[in-house]
C-alpha cells in the first residue's frame, strides 16, 4: 500500500503563486509515476499534470501548461506542483495520485491510478 500526503494548498489571489507537495509511504518512491489532478463540486476529478518514475518526462492539461510546474525528488519521496499566475478558475481540491508500474511513463487518465491522496484545498480570489 502506498499513503499520499498533500500540502500547501491555501487562499491566494489570482496572479500569485503556491507550491503543494505530496509525500509518499509505503513503497520505493522511485517505482511510482505521479499525478496531479483537481476536482470541483459536482464535476469529474480532471487531470492536471503527470512525471514518470525517473522525473525525465512530464505532461500537462492545456489549461495549465506554461503556469504548472510539475517536478520530483526521488531523495525526499515528495512530488511537486508549482502552480503560478494562478487565476480563480484555478480553485479546486487538488489530489495527489501515484502508480505502481515497472515502466518509466507518464500516465494521464484517472482509472490508471492506484492511489490517492486525501486532497488539499486551493482558493484563488479575484
Known amino acids: 500500500q502506498v499513503q499520499l500526503v498533500e500540502s500547501g494548498g491555501g487562499l491566494v489571489q489570482a496572479g500569485g503563486s503556491l507550491r503543494l507537495s505530496c509525500t509518499a509511504s509505503?513503497?520505493?518512491?522511485?517505482?511510482?509515476?505521479m499525478a496531479w489532478f483537481r476536482q470541483v463540486p459536482g464535476k469529474e476529478r480532471e487531470f492536471q499534470a503527470s512525471?514518470?518514475?525517473?522525473?525525465?518526462?512530464?505532461y500537462y492539461a492545456d489549461s495549465v501548461k506554461g503556469r504548472f510546474t510539475i517536478s520530483r525528488d526521488n531523495a525526499k519521496n515528495t512530488v511537486y506542483l508549482q502552480m503560478d499566475s494562478l487565476k480563480p478558475e484555478d480553485t479546486a481540491v487538488y489530489y495527489c495520485?501515484?502508480?505502481?508500474?515497472?515502466?518509466?511513463?507518464?500516465?494521464?487518465?484517472?482509472?490508471?491510478?492506484?492511489?490517492w491522496g486525501q486532497g488539499t484545498r486551493v482558493t484563488v480570489s479575484s
Open positions: 512525471i514518470n518514475r525517473s522525473g525525465s518526462h512530464t
Open positions: 495520485a501515484a502508480k505502481s508500474t515497472t515502466w518509466n511513463l507518464y500516465y494521464i487518465k484517472t482509472y490508471e491510478y492506484n492511489y
Open positions: 509505503g513503497r520505493t518512491f522511485s517505482s511510482l509515476a
